[in-house]
């Protein structure tokens, strides 16, 4: 997709972060613009930064867990701009950090229902109405390079994102007859409020295996304050959206970085592979410990990426 003018883009996880970049990024290339965000406070900032730049946002509450919301806020979107979507955000994420062997069904039950589930929810809900609209489209899905890496200290997550990657290339082929388009951006540190994953965790699915209180909210909110503008990170989306790039990798050579990860799969192959493997992780954790990390700074203060205390089947050092 080259022409955004007069375009429907619906974002999830809209009103912050990647999704409020892309909003801002979108609506400016002259989409109409619906966010959708499960925080009433983000909506509410954000619309008021939109209303004041006299663009043509739309505001909806939505969790994008619950699939009947989910229509409604579709049948929304139909009533208002008088088409389903030509622009499908999946943007909408959250996270959490602590050793894998100290994840609880709840833990893997809330990421994954957003993360994966949301996804999920998002391509069930709209494409049947986009093929219907017969308008073409795209598809932009924000997974992250946890969906190609791997991490055992956020489990659920890099789960999640993997299956979010497999996800989008099945949907790549299967969409292009239809004239939809797909793209997966797979970032790695965006400046957001990821790090306040937890303020809307629910009720009934908090109880986490993992070292979660405003220490830790407190270090990632510091943590991510490195990360990518997610205006800039947009504009690499948006031309990835442009060019019909399936993975969006926003690194100077793409090619390198998954050359030089899957290196990682092929070694892990073979006898031979798993001991030159084991030789490059000592090397790369040698590397790293030298080196000073400003990201990191405050970490083990803050108790980050540590199991819950009372799980004594944890060794100490992890909790
Ligand atoms: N921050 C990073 O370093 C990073 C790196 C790689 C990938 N990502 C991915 O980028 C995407 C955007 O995250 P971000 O970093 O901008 O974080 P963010 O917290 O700033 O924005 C995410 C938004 O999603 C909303 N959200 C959370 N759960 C939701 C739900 N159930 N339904 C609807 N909305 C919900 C939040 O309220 C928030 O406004 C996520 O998919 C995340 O996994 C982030």
Redesign the pocket.
């Known amino acids: 997709m080259k022409d955004f003018a007069g375009k429907v883009a619906f974002i ?2 809209g ?5 409020l970049g892309q909003a801002k990024v979108f609506s400016e290339a002259g989409c109409k613009v619906v966010i ?4 009433q406070d ?1 909506l509410d900032e954000a619309i008021t930064y939109f209303k004041s730049k006299n663009a043509d946002v739309h505001a909806i509450k ?4 619950d699939r009947k919301a989910y229509t409604a806020a579709a049948d929304e979107v139909e009533k208002i701009y008088g088409s389903p979507p030509q622009l499908l955000f999946n ?5 959490a950090f602590g050793p894998a062997e100290a994840s609880t069904f709840e833990d893997y039950d809330w990421i994954i229902s ?2 994966l589930g ?1 996804v999920i929810n998002g391509m069930v809900t709209f494409i049947p109405r986009m093929i219907k609209a017969g308008k073409g489209g795209h598809v932009a899905t ?1 997974s ?1 390079m946890s969906g190609f890496m791997a991490s055992s200290n956020c489990t659920p997550y890099s789960a999640a994102k993997a299956a979010v990657v497999s996800l989008m290339e099945c949907y790549y082929n299967a969409l292009k007859p239809y004239g939809i388009g797909v793209s997966c951006l797979c ?4 400046k ?3 790090g ?2 937890s303020y ?1 965790r629910p009720k009934e699915l908090e109880n986490t295996g993992y070292n979660t209180n405003e220490k830790t909210v407190e270090f990632m909110r510091k943590h ?1 304050s490195y ?1 990518i503008d ?1 205006i800039d990170l947009a504009h690499i989306f948006k031309e990835g959206i442009e060019n019909d790039v399936l993975f969006v990798l926003p690194y100077p050579d793409p090619e390198k970085v998954l050359r030089d990860n899957f290196k990682r799969i092929i070694n892990y192959t073979t006898p031979e592979g798993m001991k030159r493997q084991e030789k490059l992780d000592l090397k790369r954790r040698r590397a790293m410990a030298k080196q000073p990390n400003p990201m990191m700074e405050g970490a083990a203060e803050a108790g980050w990426g540590k199991a819950r205390q009372d799980l004594t089947w944890i060794t100490k050092e992890h909790r």
Do not use: F, K, W
Not at 15 to 19: I, Q, T
Not at 36 to 39: E, G, L, S
Not at 187 to 190: L, Q, S, T, Y
């Open positions: 999830t996880g009103a912050s972060g990647a999704g959708a965000d499960v925080r983000h939505l969790d994008v867990t943007t909408a994420g959250v996270n957003v993360d949301g924000v992250s970032p790695v540190g965006i957001s409020n990821i306040e994953s809307t991510y990360g997610p």
